[in-house]
């Protein structure tokens, strides 16, 4: 096998967080912590981003949990190979629930890159996007340039969800872009932004 | 027992239902088994089978960031598995309300289950949740009803631990 083959990956995490957020509207967006939040965040910063610092394998349930209880909106979880992995059964429970407005794409640069760029089981040729439609995501798929990237646009942005994309990116060292880290202040401003000034306690 | 009241399931669900909880997420329980049922069956709430419990915290903050409520069932063994998430709820101060059925307690015949039992509100406790008894079925709707005050309106997590010799220990007798 060849290790080093996802440094050598055509499509580049930052312009793909580019084009999936280019006209965002009112897209409720959830990161994964790490590299993901701040490809979102370089994307620019924006209230209905949940970027997270923590919560490691958290991402796609706190997107499922957001898509039930705004079934009108759509929602983008945009997550790493390593934070899916450790909540690999939460692809089970979203099958299950069958949100059709909850989409996550998978940026797969085969490392833990906040950790060392060791390699992932994705490295070892785990394949994400099977087990998604293992466990019964309507559309899924593994974009690796970047007209297969633009073809499956649409069905990020509107296909009947779950959706579930995995992105080969390349293994790139990138300058960070850090989303605000206070957790409340990021909560706050989200549902500000999404349920009002006046949100509370609904 | 007031048999029109129905059991303290019942009850339960009736105040989570007041208390407004539209996403209840679950993992499969004895104690919990009727309370399950009650919540799938009602139209107003959605029911979340998880595969791991701290499933059901990322799932609750999401719901909160939505402006739905929600709540987690759970045992007192798969306490230990929310530790790192329930991070969410204190540094993003995020209400989260868990209904925990204890085992490793009271007249246990399975000793695996001794470690986290004995452990859980300590665990709990150690990670930032505000722990609440409920020992007799009596206080059941009043118990939630306080402890879902509590989170909802101090957006802060707290669990009320069911007790063992409330719901009975599990037999081995087959």
Same mark, same amino acid.
């Given at each position: 096998?060849?290790?080093?083959?996802?440094?050598?990956?055509?499509?580049?995490?930052?312009?793909?967080?580019? %084009?999936? !957020?280019?006209?965002? #509207? &009112?897209?409720?967006?959830?990161? $994964? +912590? *790490? =590299?993901? /939040?701040?490809?979102?965040?370089?994307?620019?910063?924006?209230?209905?981003?949940?970027?997270?610092?923590?919560?490691?394998?958290?991402?796609?349930?706190?997107?499922?949990?957001?898509?039930?209880?705004?079934?009108?909106? %759509?929602? !983008?979880?945009?997550? #790493? &190979?390593?934070?899916?992995?450790? $909540? +690999? *059964? =939460?692809? /089970?429970?979203?099958?299950?629930?069958?949100?059709?407005?909850?989409?996550?794409?998978?940026?797969?640069?085969?490392?833990?890159?906040?950790?060392?760029?060791?390699?992932?089981?994705?490295?070892?040729?785990?394949?994400?996007?099977?087990?998604?439609?293992?466990?019964?995501?309507?559309?899924?798929?593994? +974009?690796?340039?970047?007209?297969?990237?633009?073809?499956?646009?649409?069905?990020?942005?509107?296909?009947?969800?779950?959706?579930?994309?995995?992105?080969?990116?390349?293994?790139?060292?990138?300058?960070?872009?850090?989303?605000?880290?206070?957790?409340?202040?990021?909560?706050?401003?989200?549902?500000?932004?999404?349920?009002?000034?006046?949100?509370?306690?609904? | 027992?007031?048999?029109?009241?129905?059991?303290?399931?019942?009850?339960?669900?009736?105040?989570?239902?007041?208390?407004?909880?539209?996403?209840?997420?679950?993992?499969?329980?004895?104690?919990?088994?009727?309370?399950?049922?009650?919540?799938?069956?009602?139209?107003?709430?959605?029911?979340?089978?998880?595969?791991?419990?701290?499933?059901?915290?990322?799932?609750?903050?999401?719901?909160?960031?939505?402006?739905?409520?929600?709540?987690?069932?759970?045992?007192?063994?798969?306490?230990?598995?929310?530790?790192?998430?329930?991070?969410?709820?204190?540094?993003?101060?995020?209400?989260?309300?868990?209904?925990?059925?204890?085992?490793?307690?009271?007249?246990?015949?399975?000793?695996?289950?001794?470690?986290?039992?004995?452990?859980?509100?300590?665990?709990?406790?150690?990670?930032?949740?505000?722990?609440?008894?409920?020992?007799?079925?009596?206080?059941?709707?009043?118990?939630?009803?306080?402890?879902?005050?509590?989170?909802?309106?101090?957006?802060?997590?707290?669990?009320?631990?069911?007790?063992?010799?409330?719901?009975?220990?599990?037999?081995?007798?087959?």
């Amino acid at each position: 096998m060849d290790r080093g083959a996802s440094e050598r990956f055509p499509l580049r995490r930052r312009e793909v967080a580019g %084009r999936l !957020l280019a006209d965002p #509207g &009112d897209l409720l967006v959830v990161a $994964g +912590l *790490g =590299s993901t /939040a701040w490809d979102v965040t370089a994307a620019g910063d924006r209230p209905l981003n949940f970027p997270l610092w923590g919560a490691m394998g958290g991402a796609a349930m706190l997107g499922l949990g957001l898509a039930i209880a705004q079934p009108e909106r %759509r929602v !983008l979880v945009i997550t #790493g &190979d390593g934070e899916l992995l450790m $909540g +690999l *059964g =939460s692809l /089970a429970t979203i099958a299950v629930q069958r949100p059709a407005n909850l989409a996550l794409v998978v940026f797969d640069n085969e490392r833990y890159g906040e950790t060392g760029m060791q390699a992932t089981h994705t490295a070892h040729g785990v394949d994400l996007a099977g087990v998604a439609a293992a466990c019964g995501f309507p559309i899924t798929g593994t +974009l690796r340039e970047e007209d297969e990237l633009e073809a499956a646009l649409p069905a990020i942005r509107t296909g009947p969800g779950p959706v579930l994309y995995v992105a080969k990116v390349r293994a790139e060292p990138l300058p960070f872009a850090l989303p605000p880290k206070d957790g409340a202040y990021l909560k706050d401003r989200f549902r500000r932004a999404l349920l009002g000034e006046d949100a509370r306690a609904p | 027992m007031d048999a029109a009241a129905g059991g303290w399931p019942d009850r339960i669900h009736r105040v989570l239902g007041e208390l407004d909880v539209r996403q209840v997420a679950y993992v499969p329980d004895a104690g919990h088994t009727r309370l399950i049922e009650l919540c799938q069956a009602d139209p107003a709430m959605r029911a979340v089978p998880l595969t791991t419990e701290e499933e059901g915290v990322a799932l609750a903050a999401g719901a909160w960031l939505g402006g739905q409520r929600a709540v987690l069932l759970l045992q007192s063994s798969g306490v230990g598995n929310c530790i790192n998430m329930l991070a969410l709820n204190q540094v993003c101060r995020l209400p989260l309300l868990m209904l925990v059925t204890m085992r490793g307690e009271w007249g246990e015949l399975n000793p695996w289950q001794l470690p986290m039992g004995q452990s859980t509100a300590e665990a709990l406790e150690a990670a930032g949740v505000i722990v609440q008894r409920l020992e007799a079925p009596e206080g059941a709707g009043e118990t939630v009803r306080a402890a879902g005050n509590m989170a909802f309106e101090g957006q802060v997590p707290v669990a009320v631990l069911i007790a063992q010799r409330l719901i009975g220990a599990k037999s081995f007798d087959r």
